[in-house]
Each structure stands twice: as C-alpha cells, then as structure tokens.
C-alpha cells in the first residue's frame, strides 16, 4: 500500500516510506503468525548488530536519512538493512508506548494516523 499510495519527496524521505511499508507488514504478522513475530524482529537486530572482519556493523553507516546513500562498498546492503531493520523501529513503537501507557488503545491513534497520511498523499496525485 505505502508504495502505490504514499511518495517520498525526496532521497532522505524514502526510509520513511519504507519503514511504514514494514511497520504494516510486522502489524499483519503480529495479528495472522504471533509466534512469528518475534522471529522477525530477532533477524532485524541481529542483522544491525552483525560485524565485519574490522568490527563495524550497520549501525555505524550513518543515520536512516541517508537513504540509499547507506549502501557502500564498506555497507553494500546498507540502506535495505538499516531501512527496514531501524526504520521501523524509529517512530511507530515509540508511539505505540506513549498510547498504551495513557491507557489508550495502542494502535488506534496511530492507525488512524497513517490513514490519514495515506488520504492526503492521494488526493495530491
């Protein structure tokens, strides 16, 4: 949906595009695969925190809003990995959080959120 729906306006918005895309990808496998979830979400840490030979790892590309420019000889799945990996880490469960400790149904506020979002960017095209 985000692909086909919301655009990015320029090279450092594009994580942000494809971090919504995931983020509604784990919500699905969260509600039809639980168990799986977890699973996940190990891969996406574990491939952040994995070393080269010289000990750097993907947290030492840069920030998400490089974007593509996070693949590099030293990163070549740089900004897939960071993209994915951090960027659905990097707003939506934080959210989530502030909701469920106002004792307010953790999804709702932010789903309506991203629809929005998704309304606005198709009445621009």
Do not use: C
Not at 33 to 39: E, G, K, N, V
Not at 64 to 90: D, I, M, N, Q, W
């Amino acid at each position: 949906m985000w692909g086909d729906r919301v655009m990015w306006a320029g090279p450092r918005d594009a994580w942000l595009v494809e971090a919504l895309a995931n983020y509604s990808a784990l919500q699905a496998l969260a509600k039809n695969h639980p168990s799986d979830l977890r699973i996940a979400l190990d891969y996406y840490l574990a491939s952040l925190l994995r070393t080269d030979q010289k000990g750097k790892s993907l947290t030492d590309a840069g920030p998400v809003t490089l974007g593509f420019r996070l693949s590099s000889t030293k990163f070549p799945s740089g900004y897939e990995e960071v993209a994915y990996g951090r960027g659905h880490l990097a707003h939506p469960h934080a959210a989530r959080d502030a909701a469920r400790s106002r004792r307010q149904d953790p999804d709702a506020r932010f789903n309506a959120t991203l629809k929005q979002l998704s309304a606005i960017s198709m009445e621009k095209q």
